[in-house]
Nanobody, 124 residues
Framework: QVQLVESGGGLVQAGGSLRLSCVASGRTRSTDTSGWFRQAPGKEREFVAAMDWSGGRIFYADSVKGRFTISRDNAKNTVYLQMNSLKPEDTAVYSC?????????????????WGQGTQVTVSS
């Protein structure tokens, strides 16, 4: 099994920035793919960003493209989500996920392991 723990969420004003971190432990593999998803109250979980193990393939949801950046440090088993120019509609619980595959996916069901999530609240 793989355990994922997110941190870095909080309350920020619109236009501000936050950096989320996700530390993996357990039976991790360097070839795992990582992703970030979010879920706002009353809404379904939605894809935010994903990258493969090498960082060669990265993709984002259209709603965050140009504002969010996903990165990873394999030596630290950590994935980051840098969020800039935050908007009130970015308010959600953000969760990281890990997939036993070399390519990323936008589909939550394709991921094998999930963190508990961290709350991000953007005030207007």
């Amino acid at each position: 099994q793989v355990q994922l723990v997110e941190s870095g969420g909080g309350l920020v004003q619109a236009g501000g920035s936050l950096r989320l971190s996700c530390v993996a432990s357990g039976r991790t593999r360097s070839t795992d793919t990582s992703g970030w998803f979010r879920q706002a109250p009353g809404k379904e979980r939605e894809f935010v960003a994903a990258m493969d193990w090498s960082g060669g393939r990265i993709f984002y949801a259209d709603s965050v493209k140009g504002r969010f950046t996903i990165s990873r440090d394999n030596a630290k088993n950590t994935v980051y989500l840098q969020m800039n120019s935050l908007k009130p509609e970015d308010t959600a619980v953000y969760s990281c996920a890990r997939r036993r595959a070399v390519v990323g996916s936008k589909v939550p069901g394709d991921y094998d392991f999930w963190g508990q999530g961290t709350q991000v609240t953007v005030s207007s």
